[in-house]
């Protein structure tokens, strides 16, 4: 399985991006899914995860109320809206699967990771 991440751009504070998580296969997937990202100099952090029905969400209290995950089983897609930017949410944001079917916020839980999408936010 490879992941391909999109959407990402350069958008002024206050601004939202839709980024996309696309599945090689384009097939319906079992596993839960997550977004993370890195900025220069710090750790991977998590964003936002989902589970296989897309019924369940957890997202980190940084972004709480301005992101958004959801999925499309029938095209292999997982997406984060993101509302709301702030300069500190630039970063590169990397899709992966996880290794079960509900949701985890500890990247080592993931393996299919994506090749990231740059976001940068303008003050």
């Known amino acids: 399985v490879q992941l391909q991440a999109s959407g990402g751009g350069l958008v002024p504070a206050g601004g939202y991006l839709r980024l996309s998580c696309a599945n090689s296969?384009?097939?319906?997937?079992?596993?839960?899914m997550g977004w993370f990202r890195q900025a220069p100099g710090k750790e991977r952090e998590f964003v936002a995860t989902?589970?296989?029905?897309?019924?369940?969400?957890y997202y980190a209290d940084a972004v709480k109320g301005r992101f958004t995950i959801s999925r499309d089983n029938g095209k292999g897609t997982v997406y984060l809206q993101v509302n709301s930017l702030k300069p500190e949410d630039t970063a590169v944001y990397y899709c992966?699967?996880?290794?079960?079917?509900?949701?985890?916020?500890?990247?080592?839980?993931?393996?299919?990771w994506g090749q990231g999408t740059q976001v940068t936010v303008s003050s």
């Open positions: 296969r384009r097939t319906s997937s079992n596993n839960g």
């Open positions: 992966a699967q996880a290794l079960s079917s509900g949701t985890s916020t500890d990247n080592r839980r993931y393996r299919h």
């Open positions: 989902i589970d296989w029905r897309g019924a369940d969400t």
